[in-house]
């Protein structure tokens, strides 16, 4: 199974074992739990490409957005790891398909064409998840964002996290030798930013940030961690938003693992190009509509 198929699976079995909780900590945990994510919960618009709201709670296929922001001082942000999943939970599988930030599409509300992590500097999470929306022709029922600037209390608060690193690097005067490495958070901010040293550029950071995320809910899914669960709590409610309800976690948990044990990559193929001197990602439009049709198949759409 590849690291990308874990990600996900990894995220509910994070949601089922920290929401149910064991022994004498269970009730506690819940309500804990409970008011974190009344903190967390962000509402957004009704996708207008669906007639009805979709509900987990009555196992119907589903999609959602996770953005991995980039907050620095003095930066709105951009959403530089993008990852679209949909969800079926009637022929248990999961397409999930990763979105390059310098793809060139229409940013929805802003009215100009432009790279798609763009969206959210402009917009905000409504027009990142419109955008995303308009670029595959599906809806988008959830969104999680998390703040990689602040992803490192996160990483902290579950005692670090480990890696399996394919590059050898120094950046922002920490030393990544290849090989298996134990990080901190500063560290694994660093780890994940990276990416004017990776011949792979934006796929080669994409890659990082994948595995430190993946590392965090690997740990955050042990039963040791449930000694320091209020601070992976309290990082969580700084650094995470989503329009997931409490319900529709413990749903998904119930309901979808079949589903999300059995993951679907989908790779966005394009051109790199330079239209005056910018770089941009330009995806054919052959390629969208076969990604659409794909992804609008697993919502059970016509």
């Known amino acids: 199974m590849s690291k990308m198929k874990k990600v996900f699976i990894a995220f509910i079995v994070f949601i089922g074992l920290i929401l149910v909780g064991v022994g004498v900590y269970a009730y506690t945990i819940y309500t804990d739990i409970q008011k974190t994510t009344e ?29 991995g922001v980039d907050h620095r001082p003095g930066d709105v942000g951009r959403s530089d790891s993008m990852i679209l999943m949909t969800v079926n939970p009637t022929d248990n599988r999961t397409e999930m ?48 964002k998390v703040n990689m600037e602040g992803f490192k209390d996160i990483v902290n608060a579950v005692s670090g996290v480990d890696v399996d690193n394919d590059l050898d690097f120094t950046y922002e005067g920490n030393h990544f030798k290849k090989g298996k490495l134990h990080l901190n958070g500063n560290e694994a901010l660093s780890y994940s930013r990276m990416r004017k040293l990776d011949a792979r550029g934006d796929f080669g950071r994409e890659m990082r940030q994948r595995q430190v995320i993946e590392a965090v809910l690997k740990k955050g899914a042990s039963v040791s961690t449930l000694t320091s669960y209020n601070d992976v709590l309290k990082a969580i409610q700084n650094n995470i938003e989503t329009n997931l309800t409490l319900n529709d976690m413990i749903a ?51």
């Open 39 to 67: 903190v967390i919960h962000k509402p957004i618009k009704k996708s207008d490409k669906r007639e009805e709201q979709v509900s987990v709670e009555k196992k119907q296929p589903f999609s959602i957005l996770l953005l």
């Open 97 to 144: 398909v990763s979105i390059p930030r310098d793809t060139r599409t229409t940013i929805v509300g802003k009215g100009k064409i432009d790279k798609i992590n763009h969206a959210y500097a402009f917009g905000g999470v409504q027009m990142a998840v419109n955008t995303v929306e308009n670029f595959l022709n599906i809806p988008i029922d959830y969104y999680i």
């Open 252 to 302: 998904i948990q119930k309901d979808y693992k079949d589903a999300a044990s059995n993951v679907n990559e989908v790779q966005i193929t394009g051109k790199g190009t330079k239209i005056d001197g910018i770089y941009y990602l330009q995806v054919p439009k052959e390629e969208q509509d076969h990604i659409a049709t794909q992804l609008r198949q697993q919502l059970a759409l016509q």
